[in-house]
């Protein structure tokens, strides 16, 4: 079975910096589909990133960006250029591929940032 | 961006009473909806996954006959919390996928709290 370790429960930072979440995972698939979800005070969760595990690329969306390194299972996600917004728990999670199965996520522990004014 | 709704966004019952809360896709058809479970201040807990007009897939440790799932239209799932009890009290979030995407979209969440 998959598994996905978020090792910070907590980080904080200030406003402008750029902070690094880690996130590791244990799969035996060679191809599957990663995730970052953000989860703010109001509990909606949003999709912050996505990367495909047969792209070299790593995803970046604006001030967000992952560093995918697939050898050594990591999948860390930086955010640059922080801002007060980005206080919220995230979430990684890993996804099977579309064509086996029902493609259930599978999240980690979350971890809680908060950015500083 | 496509929409998923969760109804009542909070409920509040006595213990032994059945709860039913309702997770629809606003502007798209969803073949597959899943049913999650959150503790404060933890990870989302994966309870069911619900397929359209059969029945749900319950994950290890999940009482079939305590929640009930009903996935009875394209865009209709519905979760039926049955004798209800404290320990049920929760955070409960459903979530959506479309027809030929690997992108799940999620529902504000039910806070459930059973007195």
């Known amino acids: 079975a998959q598994t996905v370790t978020q090792s910070q429960p907590e980080m904080s930072v200030q406003e402008a910096e750029t902070v690094t979440l880690s996130c590791t995972y244990d799969t035996s698939e060679n191809n599957y589909y990663l995730f970052w979800y953000k989860q703010p005070p109001s509990r909606q969760m949003i999709l912050v990133i996505r990367?495909?595990?047969?792209?070299?690329q790593n995803a970046t969306e604006n001030r967000f960006s992952v560093n995918f390194q697939k050898a050594a299972k990591s999948f860390s996600l930086k955010i640059s250029d922080s801002q007060l917004g980005d206080t919220a728990m995230y979430f990684c999670a890993f996804m099977k591929p579309f064509i086996q199965g029902a493609q259930k996520l599978v999240f980690g522990q979350g971890t809680r940032l908060t950015i500083n004014p | 961006g496509a929409v998923v709704s969760q109804h009542p966004s909070r409920v509040i019952c006595k213990s032994g009473t059945s709860v039913k809360i309702e997770c629809r896709s606003l502007?798209?058809?969803?073949?597959?909806m899943f049913w999650y479970r959150q503790f404060p201040k933890k990870s989302l807990m994966l309870m069911a996954t619900s397929n359209e007009g059969s029945k749900a897939t319950y994950e290890q440790g999940v009482e079939k006959d305590k929640f009930l799932i009903n996935h009875a239209s394209l865009t209709l799932s519905t979760l039926t919390v049955t004798s209800a009890h404290p320990e049920d009290s929760s955070f409960y979030i459903c979530?959506?996928?479309?027809?030929?995407?690997?992108?799940?979209?999620f529902g504000p969440g039910t806070r459930l709290t059973v007195l």
């Open positions: 502007d798209f058809q969803a073949t597959t």
């Open positions: 990367q495909e595990a047969y792209k070299q």
């Open positions: 979530s959506a996928r479309a027809p030929g995407t690997n992108e799940q979209f």
